[in-house]
Every structure is written in structure tokens, then in C-alpha cells.
Nanobody
Framework: QVQLVESGGGLVQAGGFLRPPCAAS????????GAWYRQGPGKQRELAAG???????DYADPVTGRFTISRDNAKNTVYLQMNSLDPEDTAVYYC???????????WGQGTQVTVSS
């Protein structure tokens, strides 16, 4: 069992940055893939970035070059460094974990990120 808690969202101006952490509990976390998903107003939840237990990463096209996902297994934490934020990045950001990042078995409660123009 893995429990996930996101934090670090908030209101930021366009061009700004945020680095929300996702803290996990559960001894198996270091063996699971991690992911950040997002759901904008009136949109479906979509994958933003994923990371394997070993640190390999992948990104959705809209965030490539601006977002960086990383993990610290010693702290059971996954981070999402978000740079050059745009109003289109406004969404609730959810942390997920599981055997692969396309179908997370565990979800956090989400953290709101709002980018003003």
C-alpha cells in the first residue's frame, strides 16, 4: 500500500516556477514508478511526466523542456520542477504511483496550480 500527499501548489505569474513535492508512505515506493498528472478546467486528466524506480523519465509534449520530474527514494518523494509556467498549465496536479506510470494504482488528493497572465 502506498499513500501519496502532494503540496506546493499555488498562484504564480506567467513565466514563474513551482516545485511541488509528492511525499509517499509505504516501503514499496522505491520500487514503483512515479508520475505527475494534471487536470485543467473542463479537461480530462492527462499525464504530464513519469519516472521509473531507476530514474528514467518521460514527458508529455506540452511540458517537454519546461518541466522536470525527479525522485529521492531515501525521502520517498517525487518532485515536479515546473519552469516557464503558462496560463495553460493551470490545473489540479495529481501524483500517482504504480507498476507503470500509465496506470497508477495509487493517487494523491491533488494540488491546485494557477498561473495568471
Amino acid at each position: 500500500q502506498v499513500q501519496l500527499v502532494e503540496s506546493g501548489g499555488g498562484l504564480v505569474q506567467a513565466g514563474g516556477f513551482l516545485r511541488p513535492p509528492c511525499a509517499a508512505s509505504g516501503s514499496i515506493f522505491s520500487f514503483t514508478a512515479g508520475a505527475w498528472y494534471r487536470q485543467g478546467p473542463g479537461k480530462q486528466r492527462e499525464l504530464a511526466a513519469g519516472i521509473t524506480p531507476g530514474g528514467s523519465t518521460d514527458y508529455a509534449d506540452p511540458v517537454t523542456g519546461r518541466f522536470t520530474i525527479s525522485r529521492d527514494n531515501a525521502k520517498n518523494t517525487v518532485y515536479l520542477q515546473m519552469n516557464s509556467l503558462d496560463p495553460e498549465d493551470t490545473a489540479v496536479y495529481y501524483c500517482g504511483a504504480g507498476s507503470n506510470w500509465y496506470h497508477p494504482a495509487y493517487w494523491g488528493q491533488g494540488t491546485q496550480v494557477t498561473v495568471s497572465s
